[in-house]
């Protein structure tokens, strides 16, 4: 099974979209809607300190009828930030995704923030790794070795 470090290496978009935690809501759901994401890092002075996402602004700014002109990112955000190691496995990944029910798991070095695997990169690697075995077995079973 590869891991985290492999699956970074291999994302077309390796991206990360970040706020600040002094952020307006408004501002930060702008930008989610740019960028076609469904979360975004909070960082303060350049350190991971939250994630906030579409269901982070749902939950604690509509259901409450809050302002999300007047609301800051701090207000909404998660701050118990569940991170994941390049060393760690996609397995790995998937079954604490699954276990804990997110859909981000920023990748953190040593203190520092290097990417963010999205359940939608999993999937991906997932159905391409099944792809490839079904395409071994098929040239196994017609007699085509490699």
Known sequence: ????????????????????????????????????IGALLVLKQGRLVGIVSERDYVRKIELLQRSAFGSKISEIMTSEVVTVGPRDSLQFCMQLMTDRHLRHLPVVAEGELIGLLSIGDLVKHTIAEQAGLIQQLEQYIRGEHP
């Open 1 to 36: 099974m590869k891991t985290v470090a492999e699956m970074l290496r291999a994302k077309a978009q390796a991206a990360v979209h970040s706020v600040g935690p002094d952020t307006l809501v408004l501002d930060a759901v702008k930008l989610l809607a740019e960028k076609g």
